[in-house]
Every structure is written in C-alpha cells, then in structure tokens.
C-alpha cells in the first residue's frame, strides 16, 4: 500500500468531473487500498480519487478515521438517488487546508453504486455518513466544499492561499 499525494486547491484536478469506471480491475483495488491508506494518514474520514489526482468516480469513507475495524466504505460509481431534510454541520476538507465552516446539506441520503467485487450496493446514510457522502460525492463533479459557502467566506479563502503562495516564492 502507498501514501498518496493530495492536491489542495486551488489545484484544477479537483474542478474536473470524474469519469465513471467501466471495469473493475487490479488498478482499482490497489487505488481504493492505497485511498484508504492515505486517508488514515491524513487523518480524514473521507476521500475521493480526484484528490489523489485521479479523476474516477471512486470513493472511501470511514467515520472511525480507522478507529474501528470494519467501517471502512468504498463505493465505485456512487449516485444519490435520494435526498432528505436538512442539517447544518461544520466540515473540513483534505485538500482546502485550515478552513472549517458550516456546510448545510440534506440530513439522509441514499447512494447506489458498487463494491470492489462489482456488486450492486445501496447505503443509507444520516447526519454525519450523509454529510461525508455528499461531500465525497461532490468532489467527484468537482464541486468543493468552499462552493457551499458565501462569496466573501470564498474569496477570503482563495486570497489568504495565494498571499501564501506567494510569500513562498
Ligand atoms: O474529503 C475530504 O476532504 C475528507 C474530509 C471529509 C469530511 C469531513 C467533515 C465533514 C464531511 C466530510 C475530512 O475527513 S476532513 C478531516 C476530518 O473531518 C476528521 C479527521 C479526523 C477525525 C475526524 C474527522
Ligand atoms: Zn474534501
């Protein structure tokens, strides 16, 4: 297994749209293993393969961050097909730095796609496994979730990454 690198905005492989994955192969598994791995690390409790720089629609999520054996999900191809209520919780992502903000989202999903074996797998999720699906989800349309704050919460982001950029050259 490997560590891998995770792009941090403003990087434009995180505003592509990921391909869906056509074949379940050798190289998938070992991209699902080493996501898994790199989220450990992190630590997260999610990720997604375009923040690895691979634009395909491959997800983990484990709300243990690795605490608990057994919770680790990995969906391929994943869709919500069902989306209900509303709640207001604070996120972080790992490829927008130092930034934690209230996101609304829908408070249950349900999310349709493939285990690694290319069987058919339906999730529900609520409160924070919907949160972390639709946050996964969105990275997969390159959609962030700076995208769900205000204007001002954004460009107040963007600036303060590239003072900090430039402050390094
Ligand atoms: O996709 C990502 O960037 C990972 C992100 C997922 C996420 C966090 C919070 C709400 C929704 C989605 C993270 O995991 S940020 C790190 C984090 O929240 C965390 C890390 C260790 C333990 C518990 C949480
Ligand atoms: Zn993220």
């Known amino acids: 297994m490997a560590v891998l690198e995770i792009l941090q905005f403003p990087d434009l492989t995180l505003r592509r749209r990921a391909a869906t994955i056509p074949q379940i192969d050798e190289a998938i598994h070992r991209l699902a293993q080493d996501m898994a791995e790199t989220m450990y690390v992190a630590p997260g409790i999610g990720l997604a393969a375009p923040q690895v720089g691979v634009p395909q629609r491959l997800i983990v999520v484990d709300l243990s961050a690795g ?101 390094g050259s």
């Open 67 to 167: 605490e608990r054996p057994g919770e680790l999900i990995t969906l391929i191809n994943p869709e919500i097909v069902c989306k209900e209520g509303e709640l207001r919780m604070e996120e972080g992502c790992l490829s927008v730095p130092d930034l934690r903000e209230t996101v609304a989202r829908c408070r249950r999903v349900v999310v349709k796609g493939m285990d690694l074996e290319g069987r058919a797998v339906e999730l529900e999720g609520e409160d924070l496994l919907a949160v972390a699906l639709q946050h996964e989800i969105d990275h997969l349309d390159g959609i962030l979730f700076l995208d769900h704050l205000s204007q001002l919460k954004r460009s107040r982001y963007a600036a303060k990454v590239r003072k900090a950029g430039s402050a």
